[in-house]
């Protein structure tokens, strides 16, 4: 069967048959590169370092999935922190809005993990390897024969994933849990084992064959920057003013500064000509103005035919930062901090619900009392356990009986425990006695609770014998 082609490429990454083309980006050297370097390195160690980092004696931050907690500075939030998750959520969505209004794509070459770990680790030791861009086309070319070498390059990439995939969940599980899991034998514990395996063989997939694809179709960054940046977003662009008309060739007059080198062109991670203006696939990775910057340096020309630059600012119109979607981002996100700031800061040491039993409303003694059980949870909050009492105020003539008293409950731990309140009949009015439930621990947390107790609204008489 003939296998239509497409009119053009239609991915940077997929040939006009639809097979993927392989991009092996050249090296380009220079300010930027050197810059992007000891920000890539640094990020690793933060990357690596941050999940095994303590404060008040917790994870400095945990996604702890199993036990649905979430652990930043010390602090452990809950499900129930419905609105300080939403805040912390609606800060850092603002926080991505307003920086890309600002700095374009600047995580995506700089700081996300995908481009900081291939660019600073699985591509370095692909150069080595295969020689380059040059030794790397040589080996594609090779009809699917592997070469020792390129044998050699995935061998290294897998105990690279496995540190990666540890890395990646200690974020999730913690270290102390990790350790466990690294110590105990495949056969003890066969789920965290495939959980990991398949962590690992995901990273050296992503790594080792997807590749820029991630940033391309996987990731909607890509996708939301036509939102989110405008035409005053600093960017990495090339200067048509001064590059066009471009022209090879030692005839210059009446040409640009462009000489049609294809420099830019072949050291492009996502296989882009950024001479054709923003593109979804752009990362912002610099390569591009390190190699044009060669370039122009051995013309004698300026640097910067590709720099950092807003697309106004190209067009030698205003480019200046402040624009009511950045002043709005901004207020909008001092609104939200301020807000979070203001709930960590009065969030008390512990929760307290209170639950009605869903068996029966209430219930008469044979003494002609009502009872009504009371389910009291108690969420701990604070970073050491805590004993918690429980008395009830309003409830003159009556009795509280309290199998588990004082409640200790755990740090950042929760626990539910029954309560009966016992009260004569004759102190409900139409079937009601209001009363508060306090509960309190020894360093200071009180919470008064209002409580209603149910009972009949009035006894039927007795039958006649
Ligand atoms: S590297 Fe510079 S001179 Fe060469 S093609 Fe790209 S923009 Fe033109
Ligand atoms: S166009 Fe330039 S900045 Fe954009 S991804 Fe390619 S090399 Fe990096």
Request: hydrophobic share 45%; with cysteine; charged share 20%.
């Amino acid at each position: 069967m003939t296998v239509p082609r497409a009119a053009g490429r239609v991915l940077p990454t997929l040939n006009e048959d639809g097979s993927r083309h392989w991009i092996r980006p050249r090296l380009s050297t220079g300010a930027w590169w050197t810059r992007r370097r000891v920000v890539g390195y640094s990020l690793i160690a933060f990357f690596i370092g941050l999940p095994h980092l303590r404060w008040m004696g917790k994870p400095l931050i945990l996604l702890d999935v199993p036990r649905r907690e979430f652990t930043l500075l010390g602090n452990t939030f809950l499900p129930t922190d419905t609105l300080i998750l939403m805040l912390l959520l609606g800060s850092a969505v603002i926080a991505i809005f307003l920086f890309s209004a600002l700095f374009g794509r600047v995580w995506c070459g700089w700081g996300c993990p995908q481009t900081v770990y291939m660019e600073f680790v699985f591509r370095p030791i692909e150069r080595l390897l295969e020689g380059g861009r040059s030794g790397s086309l040589a080996m594609d070319k090779a009809n699917g024969v592997m070469s020792p070498r390129r044998i050699l390059k995935y061998l290294i990439y897998i105990p690279i994933s496995l540190v990666l995939a540890h890395t990646f969940l200690a974020y999730f599980v913690g270290t102390d849990t990790l350790q466990q899991w690294v110590q105990l034998s495949p056969y003890e514990h066969p789920t965290p084992f495939l959980v990991m395996a398949v962590t690992t063989l995901l990273i050296f997939i992503d790594f080792g064959w997807f590749r820029e694809q991630t940033c391309l179709i996987a990731c909607p960054y890509g996708r939301w920057q036509a939102a989110l940046i405008d035409k005053r977003s600093l960017i990495v662009a090339y200067d048509a003013v001064r590059g066009e008309p471009r022209r090879a060739g030692s005839n210059r007059e009446h040409a640009g500064d462009c000489v049609s080198c294809n420099a830019c062109v072949v050291t492009c991670p996502t296989g882009i000509d950024i001479r054709n203006g923003l593109q979804m696939e752009c990362v912002h990775c610099t390569q591009c103005i390190d190699a044009c910057d060669h370039v122009m340096v051995a013309l004698h020309k300026p640097k910067g035919l590709i720099r950092y630059a807003s697309q106004e600012g190209l067009a030698g119109r205003d480019s200046g930062a402040m624009r009511p979607r950045v002043v709005i981002y901004s207020i909008a996100l001092a609104v939200c901090l301020g807000a979070l700031a203001f709930t960590l800061g009065t969030r008390a040491d512990a929760e307290v619900t209170l639950l009605r039993s869903s068996s029966e409303p209430y219930r008469m003694e044979a003494d002609g009392r009502i009872a009504n059980q009371l389910r009291v949870k108690i969420v701990n909050r604070s970073n050491a356990p805590q004993q918690y009492s429980i008395t009830v105020d309003g409830l003159e003539g009556g009795t509280v009986i309290a199998p588990e008293l004082p409640l200790t409950v755990g740090a950042g731990a929760q626990r539910t425990t029954s309560l009966f309140l016992l009260a004569p009949f004759t102190t409900f009015t139409d079937g009601r006695r209001p009363v508060t439930v306090r509960i309190s621990d020894a360093h200071g947390f009180a919470r008064d609770m209002p409580f209603v107790l149910l009972g009949p609204t009035r006894i039927a008489p007795a039958p006649t014998p």
